[in-house]
């Protein structure tokens, strides 16, 4: 198991082809402010809500395209030895495509599951809580889960290497598997459907009006694939693709009235799939 304080997300990061179109999506879809926090050899911008930051944009780099990457988000598990978590990482059949490299955020490495489900690891954030928390408040990030070509099996990598828990009953029957970092539960692994092509990790925004942002991503040029979905405890999800084609997925509350009407899409998925996170196109389908 990879030393640390609970191995938990802290810190999330997506790469688009359009900047300052994705930087005003997504402050006013979440409300995040946008603060320049750019290099000499790196353009990057923090996206913050109450004055802390929450995750990093940046250009997806010339090549990736070529090699059929997408835009995309990227979750990043805080670990104190990274060295010591890459090699684990091999070690359990996962692969390494960014080894442990000095950034701006911190020392990093881009690393996939070894069912190709791509995360980041860091060791010292720069930037952003240092700990996990806000998991229920707007605009932090409200869940992480995982779309995985074995539930079972992914789960025995991920436990394996960062001491992760499951929550609630172990119940062989239940296909949606909770699972805690530090005691606390923050996401859930399942069998992806066939249609959709590979694993990978989705993050889900919290929002205060699920409506009033689902309004907001249509008007500013997204699209919502599945959802509203509702919860226990009262809180609706809804999954969808920014204008420039990175996936998320929104967390919050409905109104009675907004709940009344039905307002879900179907999801479709193309055949090619390529790139290093949230891979794919998406072929999205008219409401029914």
Known sequence: MVDGTGAAFVWYELMTTNMAAARAFYADVVGWSAEDASTSGLAYTLLATAGTAISGLMTLPEEAPKM?????????????????????????GGAVYVPPTDSNIGRIAVVADPQA???????????????PGGIYEPGHVGWHELFAADRDRAFTFYRALF????????????????????????????TKPAMVPAPFWLCYFNVVDLDAALQRVSAGG??????PVDLPGGDWIARGVDPQGAVFALRGRRTS??????????????STWGGISSRGRLRIGKPR
Do not use: C, H
């Not at 489900?117 to 700990?131: H, N, S, Y």
């Open 222 to 227: 997204g699209r919502i694939f599945e959802g």
């Open 117 to 131: 489900a791509t995360f980041g690891l860091v060791e010292g954030l720069k930037l952003g809580p240092r700990r």
């Open 257 to 270: 009235e907004a709940i009344a009407r039905d307002p879900a899409l179907e999801i479709g998925w193309s």
């Open 68 to 92: 059929g990457a997408t835009p995309r988000w990227m979750a990043y598990v805080g670990v104190a030895n990274i060295e010591a978590a890459v090699d684990r990482i091999e070690r359990l």
């Open 163 to 190: 001491g992760w828990r499951k929550a609630g009953d172990d119940d062989p029957a239940e296909t949606y598997q909770l699972f805690t970092v530090g005691g606390e539960t923050v996401g859930g692994m399942f």
